[in-house]
């Protein structure tokens, strides 16, 4: 019997230490970056938010939530995360709705993560979830997400670990500021407002401007890989998880609208999106769901070319973004309003589209087309 009580004395000291050393290195070595603040923005206020507009890197520097406000009488925030998967829709989705009362969530699709079911490997997961301060949509997250997550990115962040004295006294510095106890964006972004990693300020309610660094979008080469994306069928997990999403806002009476922010232009072309956007419309209308693709706006009402963009992929600059959140802002006015003409704003169709887009453009802003 007392070699048994050694024996357990022995495990929970070895548990303990291994949590005193996991978490140490946490505390020292893990970047605390845009996800804790905004997860806490969105749900520690005195607002309610009533219309979620939710999505990934390119929603977070595209939608304004300013203009929704203004055009559609609502309390809007954007809660695009960069990486942020269909899957994670779900549980950022449910956890904001236990402090807000959402009425509307406007989805802004990107096709990559439904072709592809990007980023939802059993190493890199876990990245959101780790942010979360919700007991309960943790543990239904982690429920779900058993048989292929990684157990040790269950209990460290070490995805995030940078290994060096010098970052370990940064984080030290930060995790001891009043602004990080107090999840405000300030510890987030640079003196001057600069975030890093969306290249321009915060400007609020989840919206990045993207500075212009350049007149020629860069990573021309990842084309084929959006083209080879493209050509897929949708991922039968992503169309899995997104029921599960769908259940949820039935469930709860929220509107569920799609929409689809414009990228690269002759990327968008090259790549052959329309395919994909095609197969996902398809999907939705199954579902009873509304679904735009803003990628076939007139250039007569949202005029720009690949130089809007700062990469091929699609992440759009700051002052394409405001003209942009306007234009959509205007788009679901008229459409909740039953007033909306699609031919006011969309081109019958993608090859129609291809076919004026650079000869629209010319017309509407007297300016050359630049290509990525």
């Given at each position: 019997?007392?070699?048994?009580?050694?024996?357990?004395?022995?495990?929970?000291?070895?548990?303990?230490?291994?949590?005193?050393?996991?978490?140490?290195?946490?505390?020292?070595?893990?970047?605390?970056?845009?996800?804790?603040?905004?997860?806490?923005?969105?749900?520690?206020?005195?607002?309610?938010?009533?219309?979620?507009?939710?999505?990934?890197?390119?929603?977070?520097?595209?939608?304004?939530?300013?203009?929704?406000?203004?055009?559609?009488?609502?309390?809007?925030?954007?809660?695009?995360?960069?990486?942020?998967?269909?899957?994670?829709?779900?549980?950022?989705?449910?956890?904001?709705?236990?402090?807000?009362?959402?009425?509307?969530?406007?989805?802004?699709?990107?096709?990559?993560?439904?072709?592809?079911?990007?980023?939802?490997?059993?190493?890199?997961?876990?990245?959101?979830?780790?942010?979360?301060?919700?007991?309960?949509?943790?543990?239904?997250?982690?429920?779900?997400?058993?048989?292929?997550?990684?157990?040790?990115?269950?209990?460290?962040?070490?995805?995030?670990?940078?290994?060096?004295?010098?970052?370990?006294?940064?984080?030290?510095?930060?995790?001891?500021?009043?602004?990080?106890?107090?999840?405000?964006?300030?510890?987030?972004?640079?003196?001057?407002?600069?975030?890093?990693?969306?290249?321009?300020?915060?400007?609020?309610?989840?919206?990045?401007?993207?500075?212009?660094?350049?007149?020629?979008?860069?990573?021309?080469?990842?084309?084929?890989?959006?083209?080879?994306?493209?050509?897929?069928?949708?991922?039968?997990?992503?169309?899995?998880?997104?029921?599960?999403?769908?259940?949820?806002?039935?469930?709860?009476?929220?509107?569920?609208?799609?929409?689809?922010t414009p990228i690269t232009p002759d990327a968008f072309e090259d790549a052959e999106v329309d395919k994909a956007?095609?197969?996902?419309?398809?999907?939705?209308?199954?579902?009873?769901?509304?679904?735009?693709?803003?990628?076939?706006?007139?250039?007569?009402?949202?005029?720009?070319?690949?130089?809007?963009?700062?990469?091929?992929?699609?992440?759009?600059?700051?002052?394409?973004?405001?003209?942009?959140?306007?234009?959509?802002?205007?788009?679901?006015?008229?459409?909740?309003?039953?007033?909306?003409?699609?031919?006011?704003?969309?081109?019958?169709?993608?090859?129609?589209?291809?076919?004026?887009?650079?000869?629209?453009?010319?017309?509407?802003?007297?300016?050359?087309?630049?290509?990525?």
């Amino acid at each position: 019997m007392k070699v048994k009580v050694i024996a357990h004395i022995r495990c929970v000291a070895f548990l303990l230490v291994l949590s005193i050393l996991i978490g140490t290195c946490d505390y020292f070595f893990s970047e605390s970056g845009y996800i804790r603040y905004i997860l806490h923005e969105v749900k520690e206020t005195e607002e309610n938010f009533d219309t979620i507009v939710i999505g990934s890197s390119h929603t977070r520097c595209s939608v304004d939530c300013r203009y929704l406000d203004e055009a559609l009488g609502v309390n809007s925030f954007n809660i695009g995360i960069p990486g942020e998967t269909v899957d994670d829709f779900y549980y950022v989705l449910k956890s904001i709705c236990k402090d807000n009362d959402v009425k509307t969530v406007i989805m802004d699709v990107d096709y990559y993560y439904w072709m592809n079911g990007q980023s939802q490997n059993h190493f890199s997961k876990s990245f959101i979830y780790q942010q979360m301060n919700d007991t309960d949509v943790k543990a239904e997250y982690l429920w779900n997400n058993k048989d292929n997550i990684d157990i040790r990115n269950v209990f460290s962040r070490r995805l995030t670990w940078k290994v060096s004295l010098k970052e370990a006294e940064d984080n030290a510095d930060l995790k001891n500021s009043e602004e990080y106890e107090k999840y405000e964006m300030e510890a987030a972004v640079e003196d001057d407002g600069y975030f890093p990693t969306a290249g321009g300020p915060y400007l609020g309610k989840g919206f990045c401007y993207r500075y212009r660094i350049n007149e020629v979008p860069g990573n021309p080469e990842y084309v084929k890989t959006m083209k080879t994306a493209a050509n897929k069928t949708i991922d039968k997990n992503v169309i899995a998880q997104f029921e599960r999403m769908y259940n949820y806002c039935k469930d709860n009476g929220i509107e569920l609208i799609a929409i689809t922010t414009p990228i690269t232009p002759d990327a968008f072309e090259d790549a052959e999106v329309d395919k994909a956007y095609k197969k996902i419309a398809d999907l939705f209308a199954g579902y009873g769901i509304e679904y735009y693709d803003f990628n076939k706006t007139l250039m007569s009402v949202l005029p720009r070319d690949d130089s809007d963009y700062v990469d091929a992929e699609g992440h759009m600059y700051g002052e394409l973004a405001e003209l942009y959140s306007e234009v959509l802002a205007e788009f679901l006015a008229d459409a909740r309003d039953g007033e909306v003409d699609m031919s006011s704003y969309f081109y019958p169709s993608y090859q129609e589209m291809y076919k004026n887009m650079r000869e629209d453009y010319l017309l509407t802003t007297g300016k050359e087309w630049k290509e990525y």
